[in-house]
């Protein structure tokens, strides 16, 4: 592709983008659909074995406006620092508008602001990756065994997300789910598709996929190709160069097992694949291709929906000291007074600075207060936050029990107009680490199974898992 052709191509989407956003807000409301590009894309370890600049043009390529990344390993912030856009550490997305993360939402969605105060929501997800069901079929298993197996293994992952899923549908949000599902889809794998790939022996009604599809979502890929041996869309592998650690081959399995869904008042207009020049329905190329998985993107038409009366923090995780970005909605409410309490080991407030935030949707608060008359910032200590909802979401989130540096706690009173006082709390705090664990970063350089969870100031130790000569990562759940 020529670089005048994408300038072109990128000129013509951001006026259309731009067009419906005038459409969109007139009056106050929005009225029309805007149209979103959306793509899921496992970058493979970082992205930085192959090609960490080939990450940016594949994502640039794609035209894509809101990017779900699987296998960040702390390049995220990386990545939308070379795009220009907005980030979410806890769901891995990127994305060129403000994104917002609920309290209430326990880290299982993300709200991005597509149009003024108007948003869709996005689920990003990584789901186990062994063993993998393809391969279990390659060497011999039956049906009945690579159903037990996907009903162990990533059947229980993703279920923790359906409740999500359906809820933002019911509330009628626009909504995304984008993933490395480690997993064929129940479509793909029919009477008609057996034996035109290599180890597709039989049918298999894949119950991963299964159920995301009776929680009300669709699959993008699948609704635009309906014909999974015309179309199949293989995502995995991918012919990227070969590694030292790990090359996949003709004994792998070849499947489609990196997913886009929608829900909620959406549709889907076209879908592609981000691939290696010549890759099985390629359509935009990017050599050398950077992983060992191509990327999805689709073009949705989306009606946004009125962001929710809420406070929370643009990252849930900070560095001692430095500043925490804040965002707030406020719904019906017409002014936000936002105080910053900082607590120490106990959890007892030793200081509290009020944060003017008129007119202001992202504001920066101060990293740590001081106690009175006293230099040093606070220790680190263990706390026990409980987050209450914010205004409009039912369910409190869950206590987080952390060893993090003590951290400010954000509350913000909105005031109607009727003068009633809602109030809504956030806090920094630890992601809950289902694999892994944490220790204090340390100057040496992180092996291959220790790399650096940077915003958290922690190293994460991922164990490794090895299996018929491939070298992968065990996956890290952030919930």
């Not at 459409?23 to 970082?46: K, S």
């Not at 008042?265 to 076209?270: I, Q």
Request: aromatic share 6%; glycine share 8%.
């Amino acid at each position: 592709m020529s670089n005048s052709n994408t300038h072109n191509g990128r000129t013509a989407r951001r006026c259309a983008w731009l067009l419906a956003l005038l459409a969109a807000t007139a009056g106050g409301t929005p009225r029309d659909a805007v149209p979103l590009r959306v793509m899921t894309f496992n970058i493979e370890w970082g992205g930085t074995h192959v090609s960490f600049d080939n990450v940016i043009v594949a994502i640039q390529r794609a035209g894509a406006d809101i990017v779900g990344i699987q296998e960040a390993e702390g390049n995220l912030d990386r990545i939308a620092a070379e795009l220009g856009w907005y980030y979410n550490a806890r769901n891995y997305v990127v994305s060129r508008f403000p994104l917002a993360e609920p309290p209430a939402a326990a880290g299982r969605h993300v709200l991005v602001e597509v149009v003024p105060d108007h948003v869709v929501a996005v689920v990003n997800v990584h789901l186990p990756s062994d063993p993998y069901g393809p391969d279990a079929v390659r060497d011999g298993a039956t049906r009945q065994e690579v159903l037990a197996l996907e009903r162990a293994t990533r059947l229980p992952e993703i279920e923790h997300y359906l409740p999500t899923l359906a809820s933002l549908i019911d509330n009628d949000t626009p909504v995304f789910l984008t993933g490395d599902f480690n997993t064929p889809a129940h479509t793909d794998w029919i009477a008609d598709a057996v034996g035109t790939r290599k180890f597709l022996r039989y049918t298999v009604d894949w119950p991963v996929t299964r159920a995301v599809a009776a929680a009300g979502l669709r699959d993008a890929w699948r609704t635009v190709y309906p014909d999974p041996v015309l179309h199949p869309g293989l995502t995995w592998w991918a012919g990227r160069p070969p590694l030292a650690l790990y090359a996949p081959g003709e004994n792998d399995a070849q499947d489609r097992i990196d997913f886009i869904w929608y829900g909620g008042p959406a549709d889907v207009n076209a879908a592609t694949l981000v691939g290696e020049q010549d890759g099985p329905g390629v359509t935009t190329a990017v050599m050398p291709w950077p992983s060992d998985h191509r990327a999805v993107v689709a073009s949705f038409s989306a009606v946004p929906a009125p962001a929710p009366a809420l406070v929370t923090t643009v990252q849930r995780v900070h560095r001692p000291g430095d500043d925490i970005g804040i965002v707030h909605y406020l719904g019906d409410h017409h002014t936000a007074d936002i105080v910053v309490r900082s607590t120490d080991a106990g959890g007892r407030v030793v200081a509290e600075r009020t944060v003017d935030a008129s007119g202001r949707r992202r504001i920066a608060a101060p990293g740590h207060l001081r106690r009175a008359n006293t230099k040093p910032p606070l220790h680190p200590g263990s706390t026990n936050h409980r987050i209450p909802p914010a205004s409009g979401y039912s369910r409190p989130a869950p206590p987080r029990q952390s060893r993090l540096p003590a951290t400010p706690l954000l509350s913000a009173s909105l005031s109607p107009s009727s003068g009633r006082m809602d109030r809504a709390i956030a806090t920094t705090t630890s992601p809950s680490i289902r694999q892994g664990h944490l220790r204090p970063m340390t100057p040496a350089s992180p092996g291959p199974t220790s790399r650096p969870c940077r915003r958290a100031g922690w190293n994460l130790i991922r164990p490794v898992r090895h299996r018929a000569g491939r070298f992968r990562p065990a996956p890290t759940s952030f919930a």
